[in-house]
Nanobody
């Protein structure tokens, strides 16, 4: 199973981007989904996660109030709306799928990963 992340790119501070992650071939509605990011020389960190039904979400403190995770189970797609972007949001963003459908926050809890999409926020 290959998750397909898209929507990254360069943006100025204060701007917005919407990331998408398509999951063809996955029983999407059974999986919890998460977005992680990894900046140069830093560990991969959780950004946001959503349960399989979409009724439960989690956000890292650094993005609360600015980012919104959502999913469309009919389209096998999870989204990350990123507003009020800051230079410290610069990273490669990865989507991931959790087999147990949870709101999982640790990378090792996720079974499938996308290839990553680069977000660069300039000041």
């Amino acid at each position: 199973v290959q998750l397909q992340a898209s929507g990254g790119g360069p943006v100025q501070a204060g701007g917005f981007l919407r990331l998408s992650c398509a999951a063809p071939g996955l029983s999407f509605s059974s999986y919890g989904m998460g977005w992680f990011r990894q900046a140069p020389a830093k560990e991969r960190e959780i950004v946001a996660a959503i349960s399989r039904s979409g009724d439960t979400t989690y956000y890292a403190d650094s993005v609360k109030g600015r980012f919104t995770i959502s999913r469309d189970n009919a389209k096998n797609t999870v989204y990350l709306q990123m507003n009020s972007l800051k230079p410290e949001d610069t990273a490669v963003y990865y989507c991931a799928a959790d087999f147990f459908g949870r709101v999982a926050t640790r990378p090792r809890e996720y079974k499938y990963w996308g290839q990553g999409t680069l977000v660069t926020v300039s000041s």
